[in-house]
């Protein structure tokens, strides 16, 4: 064991080698996400404090554009890399976005803090914007960034775990133009590879919080909104996947040309996985992760996406 490691107690991957590095960046990219979600931060804050402060994340979320190489290749290749596996695509053909999601490498160590140090490495899912069936104002806008970014596409890691965008500030108007035929495209034009959210897995808490039903009363009775598109809790057919988010923070951005607006920013979900019909009869403390429910499912995510839409961000009450 380096000494290196004891000593270096914030940055805290006590793994060796790949993996280290691998959650190392996954924490850079969390502190730029907390940094700038108040409210994803508060909700973190307040889960540890009644549950448990080792919290396992169930999956992280980012948004691209797909065009130029800015596509979900411009992130997967990182998580390639470090042994994720691609599996399934999910298609939404009503907001032009496809998306690709990759589990954790087998291999992978127990981690012994919270999180992205915690017990699991968290899922991946990507998506990206069909850029080619924008409208032609769209797609010049998108191009124009994507093109003046030069190879920025092979950095999407890096720029997710600074907090910086590949391109350049777009111009205000340019954001509008995009919001007004996508919210998806004003989004990622503004935020980039950041982290779009990270996701709880209820179901390793320990309290009655584990039951998100009871987990999403709590965050409202607490004052927080949560994304009520198509009901707050969004449930997969087989009842097996049950999903709910908050509503994404709102960000002060400084356009090129002098003005500084809001903008929706990232939010934070929670997913509870059920243990599958095969393995009903096990004891709790024998249910592993590969014991439940895995994936994800398209109806609920074409629900979840509007966690950063006007409608939900600019929603006043419940
Ligand atoms: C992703 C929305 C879908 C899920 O877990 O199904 C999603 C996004 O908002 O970029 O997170
Ligand atoms: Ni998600």
Known sequence: YSSQNESHSQRSSSVQGGEGFLRDVLESMQEVYLKRNPTAKAVLDLVQSVDNDKL?????????????????????????????????????????????WFSPPADSTSGTGSGMNGPLLPRIFISELLVDQMSPQTQEIIKKYTESAGNG???????????????????????????????????????????????????????????????????????????????????????????????????????????????????????????????????????????????FEVASADKIFESTSKGQVSRVGS
Request: include cysteine.
């Open 56 to 100: 396992c994340y169930d999956h992280l979320a980012f948004r691209t554009f797909g065009v130029n190489g800015y596509g979900i290749d411009s992130l997967a290749g990182f998580f390639l890399d470090y042994g994720y596996t691609q599996r399934g695509e999910l298609k939404f053909p009503q907001k032009k976005l496809r998306a690709l």
């Open 153 to 295: 596409n092979k950095y999407g890691a890096l720029a997710s775990s600074l907090g910086h965008l590949t391109w350049g500030k777009p111009l205000y108007s340019e954001f509008q133009q995009l919001a007004s035929e996508s919210e998806y495209a004003a989004w990622t034009l503004v935020n980039g590879h950041a982290l779009n959210h990270v996701t709880i897995s209820t179901h390793w808490l320990k309290t009655h919080l584990r039951d998100i039903k009871k987990l999403n009363q709590f965050l409202e009775e607490s004052g927080f909104r949560l994304n009520s598109e198509g009901g707050v809790l969004k449930v997969s057919p087989d009842g097996l996947l049950q999903q709910s988010s908050t509503v994404a923070d709102s960000v002060s951005f400084q356009f090129s040309g002098g003005i500084t607006e809001s903008v929706p920013c990232s939010y934070i979900e929670f997913a509870e996985r059920l243990v599958l019909p095969q393995y009903e009869n096990l004891l709790h403390t024998e249910v592993k992760e590969f014991h439940r429910r895995d994936g």
